[in-house]
């Protein structure tokens, strides 16, 4: 069955590659607001910390924020608030200051990102993945293009942060041309909220989770470090490289469905997993920026897929509460992002950057054995187109 990419898809979509343009220019942009605010490795991956922090207190709010409000509502209520926290970011130099703007700008993300997955899995019923990934598929040009704004930036007399300045007026040009529509009123469901406990193989599965998003972040946040340590370049080149990675994912969403649509939700997972191991072998052995930049497409590759097969299978798991499932999911994604690049950075520290690198493989393991542990036999309609 072919998806029709609707006004629904790509409102999605671009509120997608919105959020994500702010993560492709802040993540790889680490180690030049380390050099600009004069902080060591651990402040700075303090950034991560913060905004794992607010995805943590977003999935705590998801099930009632959807309930109250709205999928939909809920999405442009964390655009609002996304862009808030970016302009507080762009205009406030002190550490102290852009720690709690990133909090600000990391909670509007993940009401978004809550939002979007269960929008698009309920519209999408007969073929969820390749929606999932093809919207974020579109979200990672966002994703390169905020690297590249940032990148160039950096290698001028301008601030670096300007190029963040993008998403405020994209934002209000989406909601203009895709204002929610005042007859589809959302009712509450008379029930509440979705709540309740969750069985322990969406726990396991939700610890897999955390594996995932961990090692994305730790490779997003710090990789232009590990660029610029191991092969010599400078803060621009190093940071521009990270577009590979956009790169990657932008392919691997786009055309990653129809190449593994033989194959189980599982099998789908497992093989993105393998190619993002793959992959940082070859970065993290690597003194050549070429093949370097070659190495991180193949990560980006391997992590195009990670989220959203992973976050189907918390709903799989969820016994009919994907909200529930979603909210939980930020919990984990939060607790990954406030972790990761933080002990990264600890690492880092005392360790050098390239050695503390080695706690990616370790990620990406534990995120294969749970699903060999606790598969999920979900087999995924996929349309050939």
């Known amino acids: 069955m072919t998806l029709r990419r609707d006004r629904v898809f790509w409102m999605i979509a671009l509120q997608i590659g919105t959020v994500n343009f702010y993560l492709g ?3 790889p942009a680490q180690p030049l607001l380390r050099t600009q605010q004069q902080t060591s490795l651990t402040i700075a991956g303090l950034h991560g910390t913060a ?4 995805a943590i207190l977003a999935g705590f709010a998801a099930p009632k924020l959807a309930h109250l409000f709205g999928r939909a509502r809920t999405a442009w209520l964390g655009m609002a608030l996304f862009c808030s926290g970016v302009l507080m970011f762009i205009f406030s130099p002190p550490v102290q200051l852009t720690l709690i703007a990133t909090l600000i700008a990391g909670f509007g993300v993940s009401m978004v990102i809550n939002s ?5 899995s309920h519209h999408f019923p007969k073929n969820p993945t390749r929606a999932l990934s093809q919207a974020y598929g579109i979200g990672s040009a966002g994703y390169i293009f905020g690297t590249l704004s940032v990148g160039t930036l950096a290698g001028t007399t301008f601030s670096w942060r300007l ?5 405020i007026p994209a934002t209000g040009f989406l909601y203009l041309f895709f204002k929610p529509n005042d007859s589809a009123e959302h009712i509450p469901d008379e029930e509440g909220p979705q709540r309740g406990s969750l069985n322990r193989k969406f726990w396991i599965a939700w610890f897999g989770f955390i594996a995932c998003i961990s090692s994305e972040f730790a490779t997003t946040f710090w990789a232009a470090a590990l660029v610029r340590d191991r092969v010599g370049t400078s803060a621009a080149i190093s940071t521009i490289s990270i577009v590979a990675v956009g790169g990657g994912m932008g392919i691997g969403r786009w055309f990653g469905p129809s190449a593994l649509k033989r194959y189980s939700l599982d099998h789908q997972l497992k093989a993105v997993i393998l190619a993002q ?11 050549n920026l070429w093949i370097s930049i070659a190495s991180l497409l193949v990560v980006g590759l391997g992590l195009s897929m990670q989220f959203s097969l992973s976050s189907l299978r918390l709903i799989a798991f969820s016994d009919g509460r994907p909200d529930l499932a979603i909210g939980r999911s930020s919990l984990a994604a939060g607790t990954a992002i406030a972790c990761a690049p933080f002990i990264l950075g600890v690492l880092g520290d005392h360790l050098g950057i390239s050695r503390a690198y080695l706690m990616v493989p370790v990620l990406i393991l534990i995120a294969l054995a749970t699903i060999i ?8 309609v996929q349309d050939a187109k």
């Open 25 to 27: 220019g802040f993540g």
């Open 51 to 54: 905004m794992g922090i607010a």
């Open 116 to 120: 979007t997955v269960p929008q698009l």
């Open 163 to 167: 190029g963040l300045l993008t998403v």
């Open 277 to 287: 191991f793959v992959g940082f072998t070859i970065l993290w052995s690597s003194h």
């Open 373 to 380: 542990i606790i598969p999920s036999h979900q087999r995924i």
